[in-house]
């Protein structure tokens, strides 16, 4: 009888109870995943892998056609002095050389520059406090929508706008006379074109991005304002532990939004200007597309396309280069809530 037991419990300790003390053995324990496919990962991710070409394979063949493609060809054309028709000389670098010597191009992209920095700092300081006024403020839906609408006006009503307003006998002087402003400055003198679109600028773009920003805010759960209250923190605190970390991936895509449009600003500035009668805006208020436009398309001179290319692959590069920028200096962990 005891012989019997003993027999029993050592087939019981046999291959199976070995396996079960030695993890490494092949025993019944170790079973493989059923979300695992031998060595390919899980089929989750196979799944994914087979989507990526017929999802991803078409956007990639348009953008590549559409934008890589003449994007190479702008810089094949850089390299050459051409007028748009006939043989095309290659020069080399020249065409970058004559244009920095350009005094012309040199303000232009100077003007471009102010835009991009000096106009985009004024449209984020206002956004941001138009923000954190609306944030509780009653009826902002319907104030969000004010504010929005002026972005969605074409230039050309804000060109013939300021034309009314700031002409001599405009708006704006008739509300000084009063004052005892008998003599105002010149509003829409060449020199002072560009202050002018700097201004209107703002004026335009403000509502856009307050508007980006407060969807932003708005995600933002309510019971984190509540502790904020139950803490004691100030206004200050509150923007700075909550509400700009909490926003900070969505300013950093407003700042790559403006860095974007604002190399590329040329309608308001050829309405604005345009319209002095010498057919082109005067110069003092030439952005760096407007350099681009006149030498190649203004019809002023024979079409010089190597040097408005090079302008054109300058811009792209500036992009290129602030984003990146831009990403690498915005870059924070992600916070979910």
Known sequence: ?????????????????????????????????????????????????????????????????????????????????????????????????????????????????????????????????????LRDMAGKKIARNVIFFPHLINALVFGVLAGFIFNPGGMVNSLLAPLGVTDPPKWLAQDNIFPLIMVTLVCTTTGYFTTILMAGVDRIPPYYYEDCALAGATAFQRLRYVILPLTWDVFGTCAVLWTISSVKIFEIVWVFGGSSGAGVPPTQSWTAAVYTYVNAFSGQSTPAYGAATASAVLSLALISVLVVLLRRAMRRDAVEF
């Not at 992209?109 to 102010?114: Q, V, Y």
């Not at 106009?119 to 406090?129: E, K, N, R, T, Y």
């Open 1 to 133: 009888m005891t012989m019997s037991l003993k027999e029993t419990r050592a087939g019981e300790a046999g291959p199976e109870g070995q396996a079960s003390r030695n993890p490494g053995s092949p025993g019944k324990s170790q079973r493989s995943s059923p979300r695992s496919t031998g060595g390919g990962g899980s089929s989750i991710d196979v799944q994914r892998k087979k989507l990526l070409v017929p999802f991803v394979g078409p956007a990639f063949v348009l953008y590549t056609v559409l934008f890589i493609v003449p994007a190479l060809g702008a810089v094949w054309i850089s390299l050459h002095k051409w007028a748009g028709s006939g043989p095309m000389k290659f020069v080399g670098l020249d065409n970058y050389g004559r244009i920095f010597r350009d005094p012309l191009f040199l303000s232009s992209f100077g003007n471009t520059l102010l835009l991009l920095f000096v106009v985009g700092a004024a449209i984020f300081i206002l956004a941001f406090a138009l923000t954190l006024v």
